[in-house]
């Protein structure tokens, strides 16, 4: 049991374009979700926490123009970033948290590895 | 705000042997949470280990446990009998115990455990 899957893995997109990534949950609700990106040798950074039905709140030095996150349903949340640059180039993952759990325990996804050429 | 401090960057030990990681961290808040994660190279984040801060008994996980000193703001992982298989990134992380909601991992820069056979 929970698991969280992250589509794509991989994608490579040209630099002015715009990349979604979806987070699900596959088989638990997920009230809250979070993103994270994480360069190369380098640790994971919180970037945005998304509650259903509601706006996501990002973490101070996130730009929520470019890095646009909806969390439409209780399985899902999606990043799409926008206008994306080299820059944007990197791993980002999304952890989800159960409804009903009272551990606080987070179940993270897979990772997406962006390119940006 | 929270922090969070791993000064080993990279640690190697024989197989079998016992490996201690070290983590401290730095915040005001009194209910938290502490974890330790894994990421192999899959660089799937995989849980190894939960401490509540309320708690004063250290967790334990099979070959895993922990050294909490909550005064110093220590939490140690101890791995005992070390095999090939933990080798990967160790990270420690804090999360601020919230009434009603969850808030996002923060996470320190990671530690590089190397099996050695």
């Known amino acids: 049991g929970a698991v969280v899957s992250q589509h794509p893995s991989w994608v490579i997109c040209k630099s002015g374009t715009s990349v979604k990534i979806e987070c699900r949950s596959l088989?638990?609700?997920?009230?809250?979700m979070f993103w994270y990106r994480q360069f190369p040798k380098q640790s994971l950074m919180l970037m945005a926490t998304s509650n259903e039905g509601s706006k996501a709140t990002y973490e101070q030095g996130v730009e929520k123009d470019k890095f646009l996150i909806n969390h439409a349903s209780l399985t899902l949340s999606t990043l799409t970033v926008t206008s994306a640059h080299p820059e944007d180039s990197s791993f980002y993952i999304c952890s989800a948290r159960e409804l009903a759990e009272i551990s606080y325990e987070q179940y993270f996804g897979p990772g997406t590895r962006l390119t940006v050429t | 705000a929270q922090t969070v401090t791993q000064s080993q960057p990279e640690m190697s030990v024989q197989e079998a042997e016992t490996v201690t990681l070290s983590c401290t961290y730095d915040t005001s808040e009194n209910n938290y949470y502490l974890f330790w994660y894994k990421q192999p190279p899959s660089r799937q984040m995989i849980l190894v280990i939960r401490?509540?801060?309320?708690?004063?008994q250290n967790a334990t996980e099979n070959r895993f446990s922990v050294n909490f000193q909550k005064a110093a703001k220590s939490f140690s992982l101890k791995i005992s009998d070390s095999q090939l298989g933990d080798t990967a990134m160790y990270f420690c992380?804090?999360?601020?115990?919230?009434?009603?909601?969850?808030?996002?991992?923060?996470f320190g820069k990671g530690t590089h455990l190397i099996i050695q056979p």
């Open positions: 088989d638990f609700q997920a009230t809250t």
């Open positions: 992380a804090f999360m601020k115990r919230s009434g009603g909601g969850a808030d996002g991992l923060t």
């Open positions: 401490q509540e801060a309320y708690k004063q």
